[in-house]
Nanobody, 126 residues
Framework: QVQVVESGGGLVQARGSLRLSCAAS????????MAWFRQAPGKEREFVAA????????YYADFVKDRFTISRDNDKNTLYLDMHALKLEDTALYSC???????????????????WGQGTRVTVSS
């Protein structure tokens, strides 16, 4: 059974930084692309960033470019999201997801992901 567990969220002041982690189990982690999504209160879940199975390629939503960095450690079955210059509008529940299939060539598309973890909450204060 595939399981992902997010951690690292918390309360941070605007312009601050946080590192989120996503520990995955029950799958051949190095064969799956991974992505971060977020859902702000009262809004739809939105795509944040994705990374290919090897970690060589990454893709970001425009609103986080140059502020967030997605990375992975395939030896530890863990995905990361380094967030800098946080803004009030980054407040949300952040969750991770593996791609639907191994070596998914469409890994950079939102539609490649369909199952998310419980999430970790990030609150940015002024």
């Amino acid at each position: 059974q595939v399981q992902v567990v997010e951690s690292g969220g918390g309360l941070v002041q605007a312009r601050g930084s946080l590192r989120l982690s996503c520990a995955a189990s029950g799958l051949a982690f190095s064969k799956y692309a991974m992505a971060w999504f977020r859902q702000a209160p009262g809004k739809e879940r939105e795509f944040v960033a994705a990374i290919s199975w090897s970690g060589h390629d990454t893709y970001y939503a425009d609103f986080v470019k140059d502020r967030f960095t997605i990375s992975r450690d395939n030896d530890k079955n863990t995905l990361y999201l380094d967030m800098h210059a946080l803004k009030l509008e980054d407040t949300a529940l952040y969750s991770c997801a593996p791609s639907r299939s191994q070596f998914d060539e469409a890994w950079f598309r939102r539609s490649a992901y369909a199952s998310w973890g419980q999430g970790t909450r990030v609150t940015v204060s002024s």
